[in-house]
């Protein structure tokens, strides 16, 4: 059987039927959204908005510059953001060769994750981005909030 959602394609694979269980247990594996053209890399700005592109991912490059190198105190830095789609972008950060994580083998694990050197050099772009939108703060708020509210 195979299905699709918002969050990915289903495929259903078997059933297990427990003598506990009254109903058959069904497993499922999602598929994530796979690209089906090739991404647009013709300039500059194509490859830093692939490699940059979604919500979080600046806050966690500024964030593990900062110090902050586990995924709770990410969470807390960030906590807007489910821990699913912090682990997701922090999956494609490492994909990109801008971090990298490191699994201590002790009970828990214990999860850390550093920038790369390649990672270093966006610190300045991402701190000159953010005074720009602190110098143009209450423009960029006015203009936000001004979308959102609803006409009438």
């Known amino acids: 059987m195979y299905s699709s959602h918002k969050y990915g394609n289903t495929i ?3 059933s297990n039927y427990s ?17 089906k053209t090739l991404p647009n ?14 919500k979080w991912k600046m806050r966690l490059l ?3 510059n900062d110090g902050h190198l ?26 990109h060769e801008l971090i990298t994580k490191k699994i201590y083998a002790v009970v828990p694990p214990k999860v850390e994750y550093r920038l790369t ?3 270093k050099t ?13 110098a143009h703060e209450d423009r960029l708020r006015r203009v936000i909030l001004g979308r959102l509210k609803p006409e009438g």
Do not use: H
């Open 70 to 95: 586990r995924p709770s105190e990410l969470q807390r830095k960030i906590p807007d953001a489910t821990r699913r789609v912090l682990n997701i972008q922090l999956k494609e950060l490492e994909e």
């Open 12 to 14: 259903q694979i078997g």
């Open 41 to 54: 890399l013709n300039c500059g700005l194509d490859l830093i908005g692939e490699v940059l592109y979604g």
């Open 122 to 134: 966006l610190i300045p772009i991402i701190a000159t981005l953010g005074d720009w939108g602190d």
């Open 62 to 64: 500024w964030f593990i």
């Open 19 to 35: 003598p506990i269980a009254l109903f058959g247990t069904w497993f499922y594996f999602y598929i994530m959204y796979e690209r």
């Open 117 to 119: 050197e390649f990672g």
